[in-house]
T-cell receptor, first 109, second 113 residues
């Protein structure tokens, strides 16, 4: 099955810093999403990005499908950005979507 | 904005009891999923469901687990005889036709004593 690896596993930053989170996957996929799990455990959709680049405010994401990786950029970090960021990939809607182990981001004031 | 809703938000049960977790997916979605997350660990796939049948299931989804779409709106996960290791957050998700983009509910926390 697909293997999904995220790096780094943990990241501690000061408020205002920028960060780059990486997701590598082992096979060609048709679906790729980034989620933020907030301290209350909710999984918040950030991007659905099987390929290309998208931006939403301070966040942007890029997926290079041919090289099997995706990057999530967070600029000017705020304490509310803290939590775990997951990448999830899959072949199709009917099949399983597999999550990586996540990157735990802690933003210090 | 349409959302996936789950009930209960938290359930405490005794080992060996049956538990049913309920989900109302987004109304025009066709694909439904259950995932679980043991505290502090990653989100694990349990089962996907489409056209009133299971599309795919993981090794975790053994004979103790079943899913059902009893009517046009609900999607349920039943655990027949709970074990201590079933304690986890259970997430329901749904996806629209052909997109593969998952939308998650807020989760049901199951505690087995």
């Amino acid at each position: 099955g697909i293997q999904v690896e995220q790096s780094p596993p943990d990241l501690i930053l000061q408020e205002g810093a920028n960060s780059t989170l990486r997701c590598n996957f082992s096979d060609s996929v048709n679906n790729l999403q980034w989620f933020h799990q907030n301290p209350w455990g909710q999984l918040i959709n950030l991007f659905y990005i099987p390929s290309g680049t998208k931006q939403n405010g301070r966040l942007s994401a890029t997926t290079v499908a041919t090289e099997r990786y995706s990057l999530l950029y967070i600029s000017s970090s705020q304490t509310t950005d803290s939590g775990v960021y997951f990448c999830a990939v899959g072949y199709s809607s009917a099949s399983k979507i597999i999550f990586g182990s996540g990157t735990r981001l802690s933003i210090r004031p | 904005e349409p959302e996936v809703t789950q009930t209960p938000s938290h359930q405490v049960t005794q080992m060996g009891q049956e538990v049913i977790l309920r989900c109302v997916p987004i109304s025009n979605h066709l694909y439904f999923y259950w995932y679980r997350q043991i505290l502090g660990q990653k989100v694990e796939f349990l089962v996907s469901f489409y056209n009133n049948e299971i599309s795919e299931k993981s090794e975790i989804f053994d004979d103790q687990f079943s899913v059902e779409r009893p009517d046009g709106s609900n999607f349920t996960l039943k655990i027949r005889s709970t074990k201590l290791e079933d304690s986890a957050m259970y997430f329901c998700a749904s996806s629209g036709a052909g997109t593969g983009e998952l939308f998650f509910g807020e989760g049901s926390r199951l505690t087995v004593l």
